[in-house]
C-alpha cells in the first residue's frame, strides 16, 4: 500500500492535464494488481477479470475530477472496480435474478479454469467462498485477501463497521462448516 | 480474527497467471483506457450526429407514411350541374342499376 506523500502527489498529477496520463499509468502500475486480483475475487473468470478491468480503468479515467481526495486513492479505485465488477456480475443475470443466485455458475467457473494439478485445499476453500452471499464474499475477500482494516472496507462498500465485522464473522463460521464438511470427504 | 482458522490454507489463489503475464494486461487495459479516453470526445461526437440524424430520418419517413395513410382515397366531387344534382337524389341500390338502364330511361336535362 502506498503512503499519503505518494497518493497526494498521485493526486496532483492525476488534476494536472499535462501530467494526467503519466499519473494515471503511475496509478495503475501502482495498484494495478491488487486490483486485478480484487476483481477476479469477485467476477472469478479470468476473461470476466479483464473485460471489469479494462472497464474500471476506463471509469477511473473518466472519474478522475471527481476524486477530491476524501480518502485514500487505493480506496476510491476498489470502490469502483467494485461496483464494475457486481455490474458485470448483474448482466449475467436474468430479470428479477438475484446475483446471488450465480455462486453455481461462478463455482463452475472456478472449476474450469483451475489446472488439474491445482491444491485441492485451495479450491475448496474458494468453493466455500462462493457459497456466500456476494457482497459478504467481497467484503471477507478484502479483510482476508487485501488485509483492509474494516474502516477501509467501509468506505468501499458503504456498509457500517459493525455490519461488516457481523459479516465477517458469520462468513468464517459459515466457510469454517463448509471445510469441515469437504475436507473429511 | 483475520482469517483466523484458515492459516493452513493460506492466501494463495488457485489461478495460474503470473506476475509478467499481469504486468502486460496492466499495460494493456492502461493503454486502452488512455486511448479511448482520448479516441471518445470526437467518437461520441459523431455517434451523436448520426443518431439525431438517423433519428429525424426515422421520424420523417413515420410522418410522411402517416400522412399518407390518413389521406382518404375518395375524391371529393366538387361540381354541381345537373347530372350532379340527378345522381344526389338516386339512393345507392338506384346508382348501382344504373349501368343497366337504357339510354332512352335516363331523363334529358
Given at each position: ?65 471527481s476524486y477530491k481526495g476524501e480518502g485514500p486513492l487505493?480506496m476510491w ?78 468506505r ?30 | ?109
Amino acid at each position: 500500500m502506498t503512503t499519503k506523500t505518494d497518493d497526494i502527489a498521485l493526486q496532483q498529477m492525476l488534476h494536472d492535464p499535462t501530467q494526467r496520463d503519466e499519473g494515471f499509468r503511475k496509478l495503475m502500475r501502482q495498484y494495478g494488481h491488487a486490483l486485478y486480483w480484487h476483481i477476479r475475487r469477485i467476477v472469478v473468470g479470468h476473461d470476466d477479470a479483464e473485460d471489469v478491468m479494462q472497464e474500471t480503468c476506463v471509469r477511473i479515467l473518466n472519474s478522475i475530477g471527481s476524486y477530491k481526495g476524501e480518502g485514500p486513492l487505493m480506496m476510491w479505485i476498489y470502490r469502483i472496480a467494485t461496483n464494475e465488477a457486481l455490474q458485470h456480475l448483474r448482466r449475467q443475470t436474468h430479470l428479477f435474478q438475484s446475483i446471488d443466485s450465480l455462486s453455481d455458475a461462478l463455482s463452475s467457473k472456478l472449476q474450469a479454469e483451475n489446472p488439474l494439478d491445482g491444491n485441492e485445499v485451495e479450491m475448496i476453500f474458494q468453493q466455500a467462498l462462493l457459497t456466500l452471499p456476494t457482497q459478504q464474499r467481497i467484503a471477507f475477500n478484502m479483510r482476508y485477501y487485501d488485509e483492509l482494516s474494516y474502516e477501509d472496507i467501509s468506505r468501499i462498500t458503504g456498509k457500517s463497521v459493525n455490519t461488516l465485522k457481523t459479516n465477517y464473522h458469520y462468513a468464517t463460521q459459515r466457510i469454517k462448516s463448509y471445510l469441515k464438511e469437504h475436507s473429511s470427504r | 480474527m483475520n482469517g483466523q482458522g484458515f492459516q493452513d490454507i493460506g492466501k494463495r489463489l488457485p489461478y495460474s497467471e503470473s506476475d509478467e503475464y499481469l504486468d502486460g494486461l496492466i499495460e494493456r487495459t492502461t493503454e486502452g483506457a488512455l486511448r479511448q479516453r482520448s479516441a471518445s470526445p470526437v467518437k461520441r461526437h459523431w455517434v451523436l450526429i448520426a443518431s439525431a440524424a438517423a433519428a429525424l430520418l426515422v421520424i420523417g419517413i413515420g410522418v410522411k407514411l402517416l400522412n399518407h395513410g390518413s389521406q382518404s382515397p375518395t375524391v371529393t366531387m366538387q361540381s354541381s350541374g345537373p347530372i350532379d344534382e340527378f345522381l344526389n337524389t338516386l339512393t345507392d341500390e338506384e346508382v348501382a342499376m344504373l349501368p343497366y338502364y337504357e339510354i332512352e330511361e335516363i331523363p334529358e336535362y
